[in-house]
């Protein structure tokens, strides 16, 4: 008779890296909503906002094409402290430039390389988690993370809305500095599993590390159309967080801590996606619950558009938000299961950077279509476009997706003495 193993919350090392990753997703809401706030305040401009957002994304994709191979060759644990640590050092920088007034360059050289080390940081996230809990416990544990990575979500917005009113946009980015500062500490204290047998990746360059999971990606079937599907989805809603801030701010007449409510208030819908997918899941299968997942986006992108109240638009958000939840968690946690440890990292830089590739394109035609069109317009297209990809996901493998045996790979090295099996 096999022991009964206690719930994760009581495994003092997934605990530990569950604190560690929540205080610094507190710190992220509030850069979420303080970096579009500082440029709209300096220039006036949803079309600025895009092209910040679109320069991040590019570096951030950059960064996918080399730090899924050194996710796989190195210390996971040690590269996501280097990222916390590079992140603390430069967010640190705007705030005291900007007291000598607005430094909107410094913005163009700070967040493109924070998105690049925070590329690699989810990448090396990603694959901790199959380094943490065991195989069967995946999706529980991201539903778990994801659910308190949106709980902070929800404070931090609000908290950074009332910081930002009082104190100005750049009091909100120090404070996600000295996040980064908890973070680090934290995945100190934490002692991942060694990676299986087949880990190193040799001497190999970097592009032909990244090919490798790229051809993983291409051979699997539901991995595949995944990854093409979402291309169109992220180039759709890239731009979404710029678009919504201007929609409250400019269309609405709401200040800087409507725009935090509104964000805030909206992050119960991402809490309760992470609570419904497992279940939903495991009663659906895998391909009906992310079809359905994007089904709602789209709808709720069409909704925003046509809503003329700040209530509304909260609601509809959260209800988006929801759907963005299930599905990335959904596929996120196919992709842990059925990738060998020693790729995983690979597949998971591969898969991001391919499918994050249009976003930054994205998030420039977005911004400057609202800013030209108007908001409604662009959310009817952007909404419509993405309903026809959840549609297209029907005519793939993924409708079938659900059942799939994990790659065959060696058991797992034992967790290190005194860390909670």
């Known amino acids: 008779m096999s022991a009964v193993r206690p719930p994760l919350w009581r495994d003092r090392n997934f605990g530990t890296y569950w604190i560690a990753q929540s205080l610094s997703a507190a710190g992220d809401a509030f850069a979420y909503l303080a970096v579009p706030l500082l440029v709209l305040h300096a220039t006036g401009s949803v079309a600025q906002m895009g092209l910040l957002t679109a320069v991040a994304g590019a570096a951030s994709v950059g960064a996918g094409v080399f730090g899924g191979a050194l996710v796989d060759r190195y210390d996971r644990r040690t590269l996501m402290i280097a990222a916390d640590l590079a ?90 500095a000295a996040s980064f500062a908890l973070s680090a500490a934290g995945l100190w204290l934490v002692r991942l599993r060694e990676a299986d047998a087949g880990a190193a990746t040799g001497s190999t360059g970097r592009l032909a590390e990244f090919l490798a999971g790229a051809r993983f990606l291409w051979r699997q079937p539901v991995l595949r159309s995944l990854t093409l599907l979402l291309s169109v989805f992220i180039f759709l809603t890239y731009g979404f967080t710029d678009v919504l801030v201007y929609h409250v701010k400019h269309d609405l007449g709401g200040s800087d801590r409507t725009v935090g409510t509104v964000l805030g208030l909206a992050a119960l819908g991402t809490i309760a996606g992470a609570l419904l997918v497992a279940p939903l899941r495991r009663r659906r299968g895998f391909g009906v619950t992310w079809v359905g997942a994007l089904s709602t986006c789209g709808l709720a992108i069409v909704g925003i558009g046509l809503a003329g109240n700040v209530p509304a638009v909260t609601v509809l958000t959260a209800v988006y938000l929801c759907g963005v939840s299930v599905g990335g968690i959904c596929s996120m946690s196919l992709r842990q299961e059925i990738t060998p440890d020693h790729l995983l990292g690979r597949v998971t830089s591969a898969f991001w950077s391919t499918h994050y590739s249009l976003g930054p394109a994205g998030a420039a035609v977005l911004t400057w279509a609202a800013g030209r069109y108007g908001v409604t317009a662009v959310a009817v297209v952007a909404g419509s476009g993405c309903l026809l990809v959840a549609i297209s996901g029907l005519f793939t493998p993924i409708r079938r997706a659900g059942s799939e045996p994990a790659a065959p790979e060696p058991a797992l090295a034992p967790a290190v003495s005194g860390e909670a099996a």
């Open 87 to 176: 992140r603390l050092a430069l967010y640190s920088l705007i705030p005291l430039a900007w007291l000598a007034g607005p430094q909107v360059w410094l913005l163009f050289v700070v967040l493109p390389i924070c998105e690049a080390a925070g590329m690699v940081f989810q990448v090396a996230a990603v694959t901790a988690v199959r380094n943490l809990v065991d195989r069967d416990r995946i999706t529980e544990a991201n539903g778990r993370l994801q659910a308190t990575y949106a709980l902070a979500a929800v404070g931090g917005p609000l908290l950074a809305g009332v910081v930002s009113a009082r104190f100005g946009p750049t009091a909100a980015i120090a404070i996600n």
